[in-house]
């Protein structure tokens, strides 16, 4: 599916640090990459609602991430998926009497505009699971053909595949391996985020689906397997390992999909392929709003999409977002864009008058707190101490702003 245009990202001289990444599975600092290249796989949306605060929060850390790699000299190579076909859409477009196509396809260009507004670098391959329908259904058949597959019976269609957690447990991943969550939290949190944990029929009730047999009125792909569509979980794990071809540096998202979510994807690529999917499970914090988390359900939503038709400059809705640690949960409130417009404001003052000096020990310092697991607040301080105690704009720094942390002052 096609992305978004790339930002002109300015080139510094010299090279920053590696950086070390929080690892949610061992949940220790990791240092993040250690061979020429880097790859990363992101949750991408299910496009049923347009981008909110709380997703941007998640693609900015993963912009920064892969800002710093670039500027650290590693080949950084990208995917990120659409979940172009699963419940909440279908549900959404019922509700709503829209083709679940043209809804997907509408949101799908919002959030393109989004993220090209904040500057996001896109991914090399953005992929639709309503394009890798056919290798999903395949690695399904491995995965039944490898007897960690079982079939479901169901009263109204064909038989729905279910994973099944236990046999597929090896070296490379057990059930609890990625998120080290107890059974009691799995089995809430099963519930809550789109698992069926009181299905009859299962091995064991965390047990993820992984291929929905065909459905009157629910829209369905024939397969190997038959009609039907694909579960969440296989989806992601497939388009990861497509489009990479082995072991990922990190595996990012917002902590909501620590589970099931990426304990299962990690589960099926472990089952298919006998290695980790990733070396770093990499989570974002939750962003709240009016008390609650943000979320889509509940319809607390602060939109990217308004803030720019309001007028807000997308450059302080970023540095907004980049003000909180990309771990941390916050809350959402007007006083962030104010003092974002404040921050905005002062440093564009200080860079109009920017010297053509090409080296300022500031770089470092920058890349240094970057690399500490992505620390934005602490850079951007540092950054407003500097303007503050009159230091002068130097082409060097006001271009590693711009490359580090997508901001472009002059
Ligand atoms: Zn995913």
Redesign the pocket.
């Known amino acids: 599916m096609k992305s978004w245009s790339h930002p002109a990202v300015p080139s510094l001289a010299g090279t920053g640090p590696i950086p070390e990444l929080f690892d949610t599975a061992t949940g220790t600092l990791k240092r993040a990459c250690s061979t020429a290249h880097a790859s990363l796989?992101?949750?991408?949306i299910t496009p049923y609602d347009a981008t909110h605060l709380g997703h941007a929060a998640t693609y900015l850390a993963y912009d920064t991430l892969v800002r710093v790699w670039l500027d650290a000299g590693k080949d950084v190579r990208y995917v990120q998926?659409i979940?172009d076909v699963d419940d909440p859409l279908l549900e959404r477009a019922a509700a709503t009497g829209v083709d679940w196509r043209e809804l997907a396809a509408s949101q799908v260009d919002l959030f393109r505009s989004d993220m090209q507004h904040l500057r996001v670098i896109p991914p090399q391959h953005y992929v639709g699971v309503t394009e890798v329908i056919d290798d999903v259904a395949d690695a399904v058949a491995r995965l039944l053909q490898a007897g960690v597959a079982y079939r479901v019976p169901s009263e109204d269609a064909d038989d729905d595949l279910y994973f099944d957690s236990a046999a597929a447990a090896s070296v490379a991943w057990s059930l609890g391996s990625e998120s080290g969550l107890d059974r009691e939290t799995m089995m809430r949190l099963s519930a809550e985020r789109g698992g069926d944990p009181e299905r009859a029929g299962k091995r064991d009730p965390l047990d993820p689906l992984l291929w929905r047999a065909e459905r009157a009125g629910e829209p369905a792909w024939d397969s190997v397997l038959g009609r039907g569509r694909p579960g969440?979980?296989i989806?992601?794990a497939v388009?990861?390992l497509d489009r990479h071809d082995e072991t990922i540096t990190v595996?990012g998202?917002g902590s909501d999909?620590i589970f099931p979510?990426?304990e299962f994807?990690a589960g099926h690529v472990a089952a298919l392929t006998g290695e980790p999917l990733a070396e770093i499970y990499s989570h974002t914090g939750m962003v709240a709003y009016q008390g609650e988390k943000m979320s889509k359900s509940l319809g607390n939503l602060v939109l990217v999409s308004r803030l720019v038709a309001a007028g807000v400059d997308p450059r302080a809705i970023r540095l907004a977002l980049l003000s909180e640690h990309y771990r941390s949960d916050w809350e959402w409130t007007d006083a962030h864009v104010r003092r974002a417009n404040v921050r905005l404001s002062s440093w564009s003052d200080w860079a109009a008058d920017c010297d053509a000096v090409d080296a300022d020990p500031k770089v470092a310092t920058l890349r240094e707190t970057l690399s500490h697991d992505l620390d934005t607040p602490r850079a951007l301080e540092q950054i407003d101490a500097h303007v503050a105690a009159g230091q002068p704009a130097t082409r060097a720094l006001v271009d590693a702003i711009d490359a580090l942390l997508g901001i472009r002052l002059v």
């Open positions: 796989y992101v949750c991408g998926n979940t969440w979980h989806e992601c388009i990861a595996n998202g999909l979510h990426h994807s």
